[in-house]
């Protein structure tokens, strides 16, 4: 008889484990992508999964939480600011006239972040169509060389700057969780 479970993964060893590694959907089989636009994209997408994952399971009350006196920051701050960030960088990139800030002045993407389902769902959807948009006007530009907008902002650019800017506050929507529910990163 053995003191293993019959499923094991490293899940069971470490529940508080965001997903078991067999079903996380960062993690990809086989080899990783051939060239520099795929690899970048790769990344982008797993640090978007990432801070979905950190977001999962919580209520309304639970993502406006501020855990942090005396700073704004919550989870549900976060993904409305980084749909206005999103929105920022079409606008860098575009030649047309800026498109208005979603959420009004400075910092209303974390002060408006109030516990309320209907807040909630808006800026998943908020964040949902900026990052479309954004990828849209970058899947016209396969070369990471290309230069875009007004300043001249090579693609390749957007896309470091896009996974740094997700890669930083998946840092902060882990100590933001962590002080939520005790459940921390992986």
């Known amino acids: 008889m053995s003191d293993q479970p019959a ?17 996380d959907p960062r993690n990809s089989e086989g080899t990783s992508p051939n060239g ?19 977001c999962e399971g919580l209520d309304a ?21 980084l749909a206005e960030v999103e929105r920022d960088w079409l606008n860098w990139i575009t030649d047309g006239e800026p498109r208005p800030k979603l959420y ?4 209303a993407d ?9 807040v909630v769902d808006a800026a998943y959807a908020d964040l949902a169509r900026e990052q479309a948009a954004t990828d849209a006007a970058l899947a ?7 230069r875009l907008g007004k300043d001249g ?10 996974i740094e800017e997700y890669a930083r506050h998946c840092g902060h929507a ?4 962590e002080c939520i529910d005790g459940r921390v990163g992986q």
């Open 153 to 162: 902002i090579a693609v390749r650019e957007l896309l470091v700057h896009r």
């Open 174 to 177: 882990d100590l933001l969780r």
């Open 104 to 107: 009004g002045e400075r910092d």
């Open 7 to 23: 499923r094991w993964s490293q899940a069971t060893v470490y529940p508080d484990m965001w997903a078991d590694p067999d079903d």
């Open 140 to 146: 016209a530009h396969p070369d990471p060389g290309t």
């Open 61 to 81: 009350e639970q993502l406006a939480r501020r855990p942090v006196p005396p700073s704004t920051m919550s989870l549900l701050g976060l993904v409305r600011h």
């Open 110 to 118: 974390f002060d408006g972040a109030v516990a309320d389902p209907a």
């Open 36 to 54: 520099e636009l795929p690899t970048l994209q790769e990344f982008l997408t797993d640090y978007r999964h990432t801070l979905r994952m950190k």
